[in-house]
């Protein structure tokens, strides 16, 4: 069964980084494409951002590139998303994603597999 895992949230300042982490456990090998998602209160989800089995093709959100990384260790069977400069509307629950197939890296309804979320938190 796989599991997937977030950590790394809190409350933090405007203009401070954080980095997430997500754990997957499992069968993970089967993993084409990880990804981080996140919704605020009283939004729609929203893409972050997605990295590939092998770690060479990332994908951003079009306004977070910059400021988010989004990196995996695959011998970890983890996923990481760090995130600099950050802002008051970067306040949100951030969820990691997995799927085993292709398809479009940003819809969240085409990933087989989530986290709980992890609250983060940016004050002004």
């Known amino acids: 069964q796989v599991q997937l895992v977030e950590f790394g949230g809190g409350l933090v300042q405007t203009g401070d980084s954080l980095r997430l982490s997500c754990a997957a456990s499992g069968r993970t090998s089967s993993f084409y494409v990880m990804g981080w998602f996140r919704q605020a209160p009283g939004k729609e989800r929203e893409f972050v951002a997605a990295?590939?089995?092998?770690?060479?093709?990332?994908y951003y959100a079009d306004s977070l590139k910059g400021r988010f990384t989004i990196s995996r260790e695959n011998f970890k069977n983890t996923v990481y998303l760090q995130m600099i400069s950050l802002k008051p509307e970067d306040t949100a629950v951030y969820y990691c994603?997995?799927?085993?197939?292709?398809?479009?890296?940003?819809?969240?309804?085409?990933?087989?597999?989530w986290g709980q979320g992890t609250q983060v938190t940016v004050s002004s």
């Open positions: 994603a997995a799927r085993n197939s292709g398809g479009s890296y940003s819809t969240g309804n085409d990933y087989d597999y």
């Open positions: 990295i590939t089995r092998s770690g060479s093709t990332t």
